[in-house]
């Protein structure tokens, strides 16, 4: 109740307690996953992640927790703890496309691809999309032929994909590195 009417400060012992009363509880409504909010909202973000760290190593199956966990690393500039953190629901499509986009804004060409494939896999609504996206990454990767296969199924489905199309175009040409 203190927490939802922003009172931090007086939050904190009552946590304190929690926590210590229960240090090992990671359900949905443990004395962490409420730390980490009071954290998050005094802008001590370290702190917040780091009470999530605690709460997701109790716990593996609290979606929400590791999500806001990723989400702060994120956004604290840690895209690659980000990406480990993550690395849980594997029928969760949106998962897999935020961590294609991690990895590749790392350079982590072979995770991007895995992650590319995940999402095709899925059948995303927009197929036609996720096969491009997916030759995008293939094509980072070094892996034209790969990248030109995705890329030809994508405008199988959609014949004006004007990005495939382009892909499509630099890869015939030999064209190398990365694509936008």
């Keep these: 109740l203190l927490v939802g009417a922003k ?16 240090p090992d509880y990671g359900g949905e409504d443990s004395p962490y996953w409420w730390l ?28 929400n927790a590791l999500i806001e966990e990723a989400t702060l690393e994120e956004r604290s500039g840690h895209p690659a703890d980000a990406e480990a953190t993550m690395q849980v629901d594997p029928y969760e499509i949106d998962v897999h496309q935020h961590l294609a986009s991690l990895a590749a804004g790392l ?9 590319r494939q995940a ?20 094509h980072q990767a070094g892996d034209v032929t790969a990248a030109r296969h995705s890329v030809l199924q994508a405008l199988e489905i959609a014949p004006n994909y004007s990005d495939a199309l382009e892909l499509l175009l630099k890869l015939r040409l030999g064209g190398s590195g990365s694509a936008s």
């Design 36 to 63: 980490a909010k009071v954290r998050e909202a005094q802008g001590d973000t370290a702190r917040a992640v780091a009470a999530l760290a605690r709460l997701n190593g109790l716990s593996e199956s609290n979606y």
């Design 107 to 115: 350079k982590d060409h072979s995770t991007a691809v895995r992650e």
């Design 119 to 138: 999402v095709v896999a899925l059948k995303p609504t927009d197929r036609a999309q996720a096969l491009y996206l997916l030759a995008v990454a293939q």
């Design 7 to 22: 009172r931090y400060d007086d939050a904190l012992p009552h946590l304190t307690e929690a926590l210590r009363m229960f």
